[in-house]
């Protein structure tokens, strides 16, 4: 694609790095079979390569309209483009460098909602109290609205031993508030192996949250506060592992979004460190068996995990060593819907998104629906025929 970006934004590394994205797409469109929101929508602005189109028109001009914002807007971040595109279109983060820039034209509410998810949801302090709150007054509100309410769990406490072995495990934001039992499930499990997880207090929301939201301060502060709170631990640790595929994605590609700060060479050891809870697993080839009653389970693969980190095949290869049969699931690659905070900002949509991707796992009569992303889990439970939970919790 041929581009003519203003010299002022060609002399900001941003600016090159569009212009590079920009250049390498060649208009094929194949991308746009495999994008949810085309597919829903049918409309060429409502998929990948008319979003590049749009993308590009604006970064030469300069101009924004309303119409812009809402086709990006409507957009999952999903990534499953950049998995289908021959030309290694990297989607994503052109998405980013448009979003950073886009002047924000939204009606009012809808940036005081965006303004109070940004607020809330990454601050485990502020995001417990909250969900407190919504889930005592869940009885009384609209079912739409009700179904947005995050669950809210305390932990068992821990009782574990000390081993030579040790990891850090991301205890991120909403995981942490609504599902933290996946997170003490996998200690002891690692326990019961002679690994020890260490308890990093000071780690936080990875700031995946924000960066979606084109809050790229916002995101910044978050990623360089959990830099400086694991890199002191990298020498002691084998791996950082995420349990929540949305945070990892996020984690280990802090080596770019810090890159040409002070904490760079941090970040970017931070970074490598960092993996997917089942990759982690199947390296360091521990064995797991069944832990109930039920076999039959439908597989969810987030997209922050096949498209984002491009794993896989690891998490099915894990749940049938240890004896689960795994239900067909057609058109594993599409989005459920949830995608981070889209879930409540384009809620029809995820919605859509959501019943679609049920009808596919519920096709072959699960028992149950595994998934390793807490937005996925929480957003399919909200109309699951079957129970929703994290895979792990299916291992013991
Ligand atoms: S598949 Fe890749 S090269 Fe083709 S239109 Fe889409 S982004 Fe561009
Ligand atoms: S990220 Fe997902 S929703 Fe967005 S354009 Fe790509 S495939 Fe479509």
């Given at each position: 694609m041929q581009t003519q970006l203003p010299e002022s934004l060609l002399a900001t590394d941003r600016g090159q790095r569009a212009q590079t994205i920009l250049r390498s797409c060649v208009h094929c469109g194949f991308c746009n079979a495999t994008c949810p929101t085309y597919q829903l929508f049918g409309d060429e602005l409502d998929g990948p390569?008319?979003?590049?189109?749009?993308?590009?028109?604006?970064?030469?001009?300069?101009?924004a309209t309303l119409r812009i914002n809402t086709h990006l807007d409507r957009c999952l971040t999903c990534r499953s483009c950049e998995t289908t595109c021959p030309s290694g279109v990297a989607y994503g983060e052109l998405?980013?460098?448009?979003?950073?820039?886009?002047?924000?034209?939204?009606?009012?509410?809808?940036?005081?909602?965006?303004?109070?998810l940004k607020a809330v949801v990454p601050r485990r302090?502020?995001?417990?109290?909250?969900?407190?709150?919504?889930?005592?007054?869940?009885?009384?509100?609209?079912?739409?609205?009700?179904?947005?309410?995050?669950?809210?769990?305390?932990?068992?406490?821990?009782?574990?031993?000390?081993?030579?072995r040790k990891v850090i495990v991301l205890q991120g934001c909403v995981q942490s508030v609504s599902t933290p039992e996946v997170n003490t499930h996998l200690a002891r499990l690692l326990d019961a192996r002679g690994i020890e997880v260490l308890d990093v207090r000071a780690e936080t929301c990875c700031g995946s949250l924000a960066?979606?939201?084109?809050?790229?301060?916002?995101?910044?502060?978050?990623?360089?506060?959990?830099?400086?709170?694991?890199?002191?631990?990298?020498?002691?640790?084998?791996?950082?592992i995420s349990t929540a595929s949305g945070c990892g994605v996020t984690v280990q590609d802090y080596g770019r979004h810090l890159a040409g700060t002070?904490?760079?060479?941090?970040?970017?050891?931070?970074?490598?460190?960092?993996?997917?809870?089942?990759?982690?697993?199947?390296?360091s080839g521990l064995r797991f068996n069944r832990s109930r009653e039920e076999k039959r389970i439908?597989?969810?693969?987030?997209?922050?995990?096949?498209?984002?980190?491009?794993?896989?095949?690891?998490?099915?290869?894990?749940?049938?060593?240890a004896g689960y049969e795994l239900t067909p699931v057609a058109d594993p690659h599409l989005c459920c819907g949830s995608?981070?905070?889209?879930?409540?900002?384009?809620?029809?949509?995820?919605?859509?998104?959501?019943?679609?991707?049920?009808?596919?796992?519920?096709?072959?009569?699960?028992?149950?629906?595994?998934?390793?992303n807490i937005g996925c889990q929480l957003h399919l439970a909200s109309a699951a025929g079957v129970p929703v939970v994290h895979w792990l919790q299916l291992l013991k």
């Open positions: 390569r008319g979003r590049i189109y749009q993308i590009k028109s604006f970064l030469e001009t300069g101009e998405l980013e460098i448009a979003r950073e820039s886009l002047p924000d034209d939204r009606v009012w509410w809808r940036r005081l909602l965006i303004w109070g302090q502020l995001l417990r109290p909250v969900a407190a709150l919504g889930n005592l007054m869940k009885p009384l509100l609209p079912g739409s609205l009700a179904q947005k309410v995050p669950p809210m769990r305390v932990a068992d406490p821990l009782r574990l031993g000390t081993h030579p960066l979606h939201l084109g809050d790229e301060p916002a995101a910044i502060g978050a990623m360089v506060g959990n830099v400086r709170a694991l890199a002191g631990y990298l020498d002691s640790v084998e791996a950082v002070a904490e760079a060479a941090e970040a970017e050891s931070v970074a490598k460190k960092t993996l997917d809870v089942a990759t982690f697993l199947a390296q439908a597989w969810h693969t987030p997209c922050t995990l096949q498209h984002g980190q491009r794993s896989r095949g690891v998490v099915e290869g894990l749940l049938r060593a995608a981070g905070t889209y879930s409540i900002l384009q809620p029809d949509t995820a919605q859509a998104l959501r019943d679609r991707k049920l009808d596919s796992l519920e096709g072959g009569n699960p028992e149950l629906i595994a998934t390793a």
